[in-house]
């Protein structure tokens, strides 16, 4: 079993429509949980970031963590056509631990307009 | 690209040639990672900095070395390329060990290097 698995998608939705990309996990020594939004051939940059179980809002974006679960999710709200990319989810230890980032493969979001 | 520049951006080469990839980067973070990035792998990484003269080997790190003389470059050499190396070579940067103990040190990343490998 991977450390960390995405589904890959692609997930297409209309303009407007609520996303829910989520990561299961393996490790429960994961505390820091982070999402990251990469256009095509592009860098990914940092999203979200959540520490240990619960819900990080940012505007249009929820993050949520689970830990009981080892399930993580991010829901983006009424998207947007400029919210097409791939969607990495990362996950890390904490301290003292083995803290290198593990990431997901992506899931490709398409928002069609 | 936070601070974070890669070159070249593109680079063809044959099968057989040495090839060395450069993140430089401006803010004076002291860890610093080579990542691939492939189809149905995602990103893995190759091999990260702690320090200066201070590397060590990620998942993927067969067929590559690192160099870092200075805190700012982070060097990848494909001492022989092969087809197989042939992917999207992404450098990050972060202030902690794995960049992922808080939002402020977690990893960020430059906008990468595609390489063909024929």
Redesign the interface.
């Known amino acids: 079993q991977k450390e960390v698995e995405?589904d890959?998608g692609p997930l297409s939705v209309p303009e407007g429509a609520i996303v829910s990309l989520n990561c299961t996990y393996s490790n429960s020594a994961f505390q820091?949980f982070?999402w990251?939004r990469q256009y095509s051939?592009?860098?990914?940059?940092?999203l979200m970031?959540t520490?240990s179980s619960g819900n990080k809002e940012d505007g249009r974006f929820t993050a949520q963590v689970d830990k009981s679960s080892k399930y993580i999710s991010l829901f983006i709200r009424d998207s947007q056509p400029s919210d097409s990319a791939t969607y990495?989810c990362?996950?890390?230890?904490?301290?003292g631990g083995?803290?290198?980032?593990v990431?997901?493969?992506?899931t490709k979001l398409t928002v069609n307009p | 690209?936070a601070g974070?520049t890669q070159s070249p951006r593109h680079k063809v080469t044959e099968t057989g040639t040495p090839v060395t990839l450069r993140c430089h980067q401006t803010e004076n973070h002291r860890y610093m990672y080579w990542y691939r990035q492939d189809p149905?792998?995602?990103?893995r990484?190759i091999h990260?900095s702690y320090g200066v003269k201070d590397t060590d080997k990620?998942e993927v790190s067969d067929g590559y070395s690192v160099s870092r003389s200075k805190t700012e470059d982070f060097l990848l050499t494909l001492e022989s390329a092969t087809s197989s190396q042939t992917s999207v070579y992404?450098c990050a940067i972060s202030d902690?060990?794995?960049?992922?103990?808080?939002?402020r040190e977690?990893?960020?990343?430059?906008?990468?290097t595609?390489l063909l490998v024929l």
């Open positions: 995405q890959p820091y982070m990251y051939r592009k860098g990914p940059e940092l970031y520490y990495l990362a996950m890390s230890q904490a301290q083995s803290e290198k980032l990431f997901g493969k992506g | 690209d974070i149905g792998h995602g990103l990484l990260y990620g992404f902690s060990p794995g960049g992922g103990s808080s939002v977690t990893q960020y990343f430059g906008p990468g595609r």
